[in-house]
């Protein structure tokens, strides 16, 4: 437990009260979530609900006009911009995957491995034991050990993704934000990132934006329905997906 401003969690992340306008229009209006050490959370809601946005929240990306966001207890995120961020261990995947196309899918990982270092001490860095054995692992873990010699660019959309999911935990972090991972997934690579991701939430906390209902009962955690920026529901998939608001403005649409 750590206490900030008269403020205790155990959280490993902690909004509370958070407002966000963008010309006068409230994308995230008094939103409140916590997210315990090593949950998994799936994040959903309709187009413009917020979601993107929170997670612009967390990463520094956007500044909210008030509330409180805390990270491990007592890191205020909101003072810190996304460089800093991304070093207390905080790991972003977005939509689009930017994997380096012309690079091979192991020398991506070793890219993501040393995103920290300097360019000189990229130039004049070398791969050791302890790395080789972590990609080895990163590869395994994203079912992508036999394509390790292959151009990312030569992967399918699915494992461009995976290996994008794959340079975040080179980096080992903390929190993973993954928004929308299954878009445009096959249902097999869907039914993969499911338990991919699961696998990562052994020992990374993560949370998981996504419109795949299938995808997000497969996950079997807790869901958060955000709506018009603010948390509409919050339980089971069961429980959220019978909510009556959560149908009305989400899932009878
Ligand atoms: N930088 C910005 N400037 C202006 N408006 C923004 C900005 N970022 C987000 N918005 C607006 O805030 C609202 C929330 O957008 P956000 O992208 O967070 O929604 P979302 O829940 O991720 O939706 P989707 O499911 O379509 O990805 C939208 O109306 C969007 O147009
Ligand atoms: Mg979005």
Not at 83 to 98: C, D, M, N, S, V
Not at 189 to 212: F, G, P, S, Y
Request: hydrophobic share 40%; with cysteine; charged share 25%.
């Amino acid at each position: 437990m750590n206490t900030v401003d008269g403020r205790t969690t155990s959280a490993l992340l902690y909004l509370d009260g958070v407002h966000v306008s963008f010309d006068g229009f409230k994308a995230i209006n008094n939103l409140s979530l916590t997210l315990a050490p090593g949950e998994m959370r799936a994040i959903i809601g309709p187009n413009g609900a917020g979601k993107t946005t929170m997670m612009d929240i967390i990463t520094g990306k956007t500044r909210p006009d008030e509330g409180i966001v805390l990270f491990d207890g007592t890191t205020d995120l909101t003072r810190l911009d996304e460089t800093h961020i991304a070093e207390l261990g905080i790991g972003r995947k977005f939509q689009k995957p930017t994997v380096f196309e012309s690079q091979t899918v192991e020398d991506n990982l070793l890219l993501a491995l040393n995103v920290d270092h300097s360019v000189r001490g990229t130039l004049f860095w070398r791969q050791n034991r302890s790395d080789t054995e972590r990609i080895d692992r990163v590869l395994e873990t994203i079912r992508l050990t036999d394509a390790r010699k292959r151009l990312a660019g030569s992967l399918s959309h699915g494992q461009k993704q995976w290996l994008e999911i794959g340079m975040l935990l080179a980096q080992d972090p903390k929190l993973l934000l993954v928004d929308e991972p299954v878009a445009g997934m096959t249902d097999v690579e869907t039914q993969q990132t499911a338990e991919l991701l699961k696998q990562i939430n052994r020992d990374h906390t993560v949370m998981v934006v996504e419109h795949d209902m299938s995808f997000v009962r497969e996950l079997g955690v807790k869901v958060t329905c955000l709506h018009e920026g603010t948390v509409l529901a919050e339980g089971t998939i069961d429980q959220v997906s019978s909510n009556e608001r959560v149908i009305e403005v989400y899932l009878g649409r």
